[in-house]
């Protein structure tokens, strides 16, 4: 069956497109006005511009034909010239009053089509265009934005119409960094914002410790996390591992690093960050301490203190594929570049960075530096950061995927936001929340 689709059509209106999804037929004729193919200032773009935006849009699909069908304001002759320029088709889709009744009056059989979706064509224009202004520093071209840009559209509708607030990691993908995200930064400042927000609804892009710790510091809002994703760190631990480490170690105060899942929190003395593990072991009265759990980390900060740090062996699976001696390799080549590593790597990269410490110090560093070149040890989101906020620094080098992190989707944000599952709604024991709280407390008020 051949199925005609036609109307005050605007190519890529997100309603007329979802309409076009729901006709069943063997082949989909869509055909676009004359007014939307001059290019006039309202419609800048071409008939081939608009062709290439809708199969953009629709996916590639051998089942679509699109083609122009000039105007000629003339209701008579109307259908006739329209068969003319497309050819035989069985039914005719529309939305449009006064095309049913032509095409009824000439005997066709016509259905209606309905828009579920209410966002412009004009408005994913202007939304395409904002995300490419930054994306395009990333990889993403002009029409990876037109894709997504219904999507982040409605996302930040519903946002603030619920009263919500997006926090993303810096290592989450660009589109959601860019498009939907009200925060950006590391767990710490994350969770120091989550605390403070007045929002009703906080959606946390990133793994799902970190909207354990949103939950904790906010019992009463609601806290929704796009997609359940693990980390290495926080699972390398049980709190029966820490009890047991407890017993083991009787009188050691537990600092457990944020990567941590929530009941490993209550189980431990004091909590910590990448950017404040120093300061908050030091703060400890105790000679010796458990440090858990990453023992890469752990290592660095035995460097720095004269305390002895008892270590649990977890790592970043991230973190730790980094090399020393392909580091060194690349510097030679960039001898001006800044080596910038986090601290989750491995101790023999940290001995000769320019800087170690947490995602946001090494962004403050490349927001302060006047180097050029500069060389990101961490997980990719962070390039992409920089790429788009300091377009006049190069990276050198590569930088590692988190699998955790990058599960995340904008779509996953949609549905949490719309209708969420039910392992996208963060919920703990009350007594839980108490215990993690404090070790929590005791880190902010530090
Ligand atoms: S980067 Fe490492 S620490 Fe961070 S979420 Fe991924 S696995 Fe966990």
């Given at each position: 069956m051949i199925a005609l689709f036609i109307g005050r059509?605007?190519?890529?209106?997100e309603g007329h497109l979802d309409a076009i999804k729901q006709i069943k037929a063997d082949k989909i004729i869509i055909g676009i006005g004359s007014s939307q193919y001059k290019g006039t200032k309202d419609n800048p773009y071409s008939f081939v511009e608009r062709k290439k935006i809708i199969e953009t849009m629709l996916g590639k699909n051998n089942q679509y034909q699109i083609m122009a069908i000039p105007d000629i304001h003339n209701n008579l002759r109307w259908v006739q010239h329209v068969k003319k320029i497309v050819g035989n088709f069985d039914i005719v889709f529309t939305g449009n009053k006064l095309t049913e009744k032509l095409f009824k009056e000439k005997g066709y059989q016509v259905r209606k089509t309905k828009i579920?979706?209410?966002?412009s064509g004009t408005a994913i224009r202007d939304e395409a265009n904002r995300l490419f202004e930054y994306l395009q520093k990333t990889c993403y071209s002009y029409e990876d934005c037109l894709k997504i840009a219904p999507l982040t559209l409605e996302i930040n509708q519903l946002k603030k119409k619920q009263n919500a607030i997006i926090l993303a990691h810096s290592y989450q993908t660009p589109d959601i960094m860019y498009g939907v995200a009200d925060y950006l930064g590391d767990s710490y400042s994350l969770s120091k914002i989550a605390k403070t927000s007045k929002a009703k609804k906080i959606i946390f892009c990133s793994v799902y410790f970190m909207g354990e710790t949103a939950k904790i510091l906010n019992p009463k809002k609601e806290v929704l996390v796009p997609t359940l994703a693990g980390c290495s760190l926080a699972d390398s631990i049980t709190p029966a591992q820490v009890r047991k480490l407890k017993k083991k170690y009787p009188g050691r105060p537990v600092v457990c690093y944020i990567n941590t899942t929530a009941k490993v929190k209550a189980e431990s003395d004091i909590c910590c960050t990448s950017g404040n593990a120093l300061k908050v072991i030091n703060s400890l009265p105790q000679d010796e301490i458990i440090f858990l759990p990453d023992i890469l980390m752990g290592k660095n900060l035995q460097k720095l203190t004269s305390k002895k740090i008892i270590l649990w062996n977890g790592t970043c699976i991230v973190h730790e594929k980094f090399n020393a001696h392909s580091i060194l390799q690349v510097k030679k080549q960039f001898p001006n570049a800044k080596i910038l590593a986090h601290t989750e790597c491995n101790p023999n990269i940290v001995d000769f960075a320019d800087l170690a410490g947490s995602t946001n110090d090494l962004l403050n560093f490349v927001d302060k530096t006047e180097s050029k070149d500069i060389m990101l040890i961490t997980e990719c989101g962070l390039s992409d950061r920089v790429r788009v906020e300091h377009p006049d620094k190069n990276i050198i080098g590569t930088c590692n995927l988190c699998p955790y992190m990058k599960k995340i989707t904008l779509q996953d944000i949609l549905i949490a936001l719309k209708n969420p599952r039910k392992n996208q709604i963060v919920k703990l024991d009350k007594k839980i929340i108490t215990k993690a709280k404090k070790s929590l407390d005791k880190m902010l008020l530090l």
């Open positions: 059509f605007q190519p890529f209106h579920k979706v209410k966002i």
